[in-house]
């Protein structure tokens, strides 16, 4: 199975800061990387998937890359509502896999 | 619009099966291609896969939960049904049901990648007694 490891944990930023998470897997997934973002009690939303294309809908300001085991996802401005869990997900193989997630809050 | 609602019961006892439904809009799983899945998160804790099931009737599950559960499909309704047997208090959780979409690889051969682009506002199942 591919195990998946976001870093940090927890970040903390202020609005208008870039920040960036960043997500390891246990082996190659080429490209097929997902990233969700999820608010308290509420279902998680789709950012961004193959590791970079922008979901219909998401502000610009999100971004990602990254091929292999190693990606990020960048917020380039961060804004108000940007305060949320972020996840990134693998579907190169079964079982899918998740990251534990990286909790952004404000600083 | 797709959109995609769990129902199911909210408080189960240990050794109980859970039957979940999720109803859905906007498409069709008779359609070439569909895949809707399964996913729970337990209070606090990340984002686990459980099931996806496609068009053809192609199931997929988490190996560690496999021998607890079935996934169905009924076209007809527009539903998705998923049963998971010898219900424990460590599978305390919100339950998620999701569609898939997919990227392809062309090549030689044509492969799919499946993702989650939609999911329901999912429903949370205490398990105790």
């Known amino acids: 199975d591919i195990q998946m490891t976001q870093s940090p944990s927890t970040l903390s930023a202020s609005v208008g800061d870039r920040v960036t998470i960043t997500c390891r897997a246990s082996?190659?997934?080429?490209?097929?990387l997902a990233w969700y973002q999820q608010k308290p009690g509420k279902a998680p939303k789709l950012l961004i998937y193959?590791?970079?294309s922008l979901q219909s809908g998401v502000p610009s300001r999100f971004s990602g890359s990254g091929s292999g085991t190693e990606f990020t996802l960048t917020i380039s401005s961060l804004q108000p509502d940007d305060f949320a869990t972020y996840y990134c997900?693998?579907?190169?193989?079964?079982?899918?896999?998740f990251g534990q997630g990286t909790k952004l809050e404000i600083k | 619009q797709i959109t995609l609602k769990e129902s199911g019961p909210t408080l189960v006892k240990p050794t109980q099966t859970l039957t979940l439904t999720c109803t859905f809009s906007?498409?069709?799983?008779?359609?070439?291609?569909?895949?809707v899945g399964w996913i729970r998160q337990p209070p606090g804790k990340a984002l686990e896969w459980l099931a996806l099931?496609?068009?053809?009737?192609?199931?997929r599950y988490s190996p560690s939960l496999k021998s607890r559960l079935t996934i169905t499909k009924d076209t007809s309704k527009n539903q998705l049904v998923l049963t998971m047997t010898n219900m424990d208090p460590v599978d305390t959780a919100t339950y998620y049901c999701?569609?898939?979409?997919?990227?392809?690889?062309?090549?030689?051969?044509?492969?799919?990648?499946?993702?989650?682009?939609?999911w329901g506002k999912g429903t949370t199942v205490t398990v105790s007694s």
């Open positions: 999701a569609h898939f979409n997919y990227d392809i690889l062309t090549g030689p051969n044509y492969y799919y990648y499946y993702y989650m682009d939609v």
């Open positions: 906007g498409f069709s799983l008779s359609t070439s291609g569909v895949g």
């Open positions: 099931i496609y068009w053809d009737d192609d199931k």
């Open positions: 082996q190659s997934i080429s490209s097929w």
């Open positions: 193959k590791a970079s």
């Open positions: 997900q693998q579907y190169n193989s079964y079982p899918y896999s």
